[in-house]
């Protein structure tokens, strides 16, 4: 044996470019570093180390228990039909004590045997899961398709742990709810990542609580479901989240509270940043207080329309936190807009309310839509193209049954002639007028061109224009929804501005 084998660490990372293959792209496909492991006794406890390190499902874990205390029902899960002694469980921390990390399989159609309720309340018992588990630092109960309780997750929190990532359960009362956050930010001081999920089409829960956030001072990615919402004051409070990167919730209405000390820190560290609010107002104001250098991308979705001026306000922000950065290259802005009430008048943007997002110079990806009226001209797109030479993604849409676009062919031509870098464009533009001259227009790496709901007396002779122009585009959208969409607000007893 060559004497670099000898060395452990070396080993180990030999070993690992089979567990991470790209001719399984899964954790749960280990079988050759578990032939590995039968090959000679200098790789046993490397290769049980790659092969328990990372585990997508609890059954082979039980199934190392002797064969008299569990057996597998219908669906092929492991149940206990024994209580396992002290010393059963204790025979499983020769390769339960490896497991570093619990995640769900990919692809996944990879399904290793799962374990029944009883086994997940035993395993899942404070005398039996720190002990079996000392080195886990990464839970994502996925990988049980959240089977478990709150109730037994709390008995699953340490200090060691570093990521989090569950689903809420469809039924919880409030004050459950209120005690597990509490709970992972008393006993999980050290986490690193928490992500928590909830199914479609449940209760919102408004979180009014002044959370503990301070208990997890290392914490760099917070993310809530929408369903959950936090009070602005509860992320504000003084020397938290320093660390924080990631940050994506839904605010309830209260309004984002003034900072005591203008020298306060707030987000400092913050890269990415998804907020849903009641109001665009809200979204200006949290932007406006955050200090971070290093905001890359913002997202911004809010159900209340919004002026003239707090839009306007808001991209001002948006200019600002680009100046700080030197770095914000995505930007989406939305209007969660409903059709449910008795009227419907949006708001018109004219292109200066646009204007601060022409000093965004790094913009990657600009996607606003749904807002109001976007009355954009050809102008303002030609300032644009020239604005934005990094852009790879557009999308500038107003609702969808707004019929009077001061954008033309002309805005197409500008942006592909400008943006050398763009792939998917999507704007309604007034086309019911064509250039005669029909030509091929620069090469472009433009792969999706979409323009339903634009102004078009003949559909057809218009994308036979654009596909003469943009020879090597792959997918051109042009469908005119705009009688649907009236239809639908008909239906729905709204009235529009015509």
């Given at each position: 044996m060559h004497p670099c084998l000898l060395v452990t660490e070396i080993l180990l990372h030999i070993i690992g470019f089979l567990e991470t293959s790209a001719e399984y792209q899964s954790t749960c496909h280990k079988g050759d570093v578990a032939r590995l492991a039968r090959t000679c006794r200098a790789f046993i406890e490397p290769a049980l180390d790659v092969l328990w390190r990372t585990q997508c499902a609890l059954?082979?874990?039980?199934?190392?228990?002797?064969?008299?205390?569990?057996?597998?029902?219908?669906?092929?899960?492991?149940?206990?039909?024994?209580?396992?002694?002290s010393n059963d469980w204790l025979s499983l921390r020769r390769y339960s004590f490896?497991?570093?990390?619990?995640?769900?399989?990919?692809?996944?159609?990879?399904?290793?045997?799962?374990?029944?309720?009883?086994?997940?309340?035993?395993?899942?018992?404070?005398?039996?899961?720190?002990?079996?588990?000392?080195?886990?630092?990464?839970?994502?109960?996925?990988?049980?398709?959240?089977?478990?309780?709150?109730?037994?997750?709390?008995?699953?929190?340490?200090?060691?742990?570093?990521?989090?990532?569950f689903r809420l359960p469809r039924h919880l009362e409030p004050d459950d709810l209120h005690e597990l956050l509490e709970s992972i930010t008393d006993r999980a001081p050290s986490l690193r990542v928490l992500k928590i999920d909830a199914y479609a089409h449940v209760l919102s829960f408004f979180l009014h609580?002044?959370?503990?956030?301070?208990?997890?001072p290392h914490?760099?990615?917070?993310?809530?479901?929408?369903?959950?919402?936090?009070?602005?004051?509860?992320?504000?409070?003084p020397r938290q989240m320093q660390y924080l990167r990631v940050l994506s919730l839904t605010l309830t209405t209260d309004p984002v509270p003034a900072l005591r000390h203008s020298s306060q820190a707030v987000f400092p560290a913050l890269q990415y940043m998804k907020i849903t609010a009641h109001t665009l107002y809200q979204c200006s104001e949290l932007l406006r207080i955050t200090t971070s250098s290093q905001l890359e991308e913002v997202s911004m979705f809010y159900s209340s329309q919004a002026s003239e001026a707090v839009v306007h306000t808001f991209l001002q922000e948006v200019e600002k936190a680009h100046g700080r950065s030197g770095g914000l290259h995505t930007l989406v802005l939305q209007h969660l807009f409903t059709t449910s009430g008795p009227t419907l008048k949006p708001f018109v943007y004219s292109p200066s309310t646009l204007k601060p997002l022409l000093a965004c110079h790094c913009f990657r990806v600009l996607d606003i839509r749904d807002i109001g009226d976007l009355a954009i001209d050809d102008a303002f797109i030609a300032n644009a193209a020239l604005a934005w030479p990094r852009l790879e993604e557009l999308r500038l849409r107003g609702l969808p049954w707004i019929d009077s676009h001061h954008t033309t062919v002309a805005s197409l031509r500008e942006l592909i002639r400008g943006c050398s870098r763009l792939a998917r464009l999507s704007m309604a533009i007034d086309a019911r007028a064509l250039p005669e001259k029909n030509s091929a227009w620069r090469s472009s790496p433009l792969e999706e061109l979409n323009i339903s709901d634009s102004q078009m007396e003949d559909p057809e002779a218009v994308e036979r224009y654009l596909r003469a122009a943009l020879p090597d585009l792959k997918r051109l959208i042009a469908l005119d929804n705009l009688q649907c969409w009236r239809a639908v607000l008909r239906m729905e007893g709204v009235v529009w501005d015509e």
């Open positions: 059954g082979p874990l039980v199934k190392c228990l002797p064969g008299r205390l569990w057996t597998r029902d219908a669906c092929g899960d492991i149940n206990l039909i024994g209580k396992p002694t490896r497991i570093r990390v619990f995640e769900p399989s990919w692809p996944s159609h990879v399904r290793l045997p799962g374990v029944g309720d009883n086994t997940l309340s035993a395993i899942f018992s404070p005398g039996v899961f720190h002990a079996l588990f000392p080195s886990l630092h990464t839970l994502n109960l996925e990988f049980l398709a959240n089977k478990i309780a709150p109730s037994l997750l709390h008995h699953v929190l340490s200090p060691r742990l570093l990521q989090l990532r609580l002044e959370l503990g956030f301070g208990r997890i914490l760099r990615t917070l993310c809530f479901p929408s369903t959950l919402c936090v009070s602005p004051s509860s992320l504000l409070q």
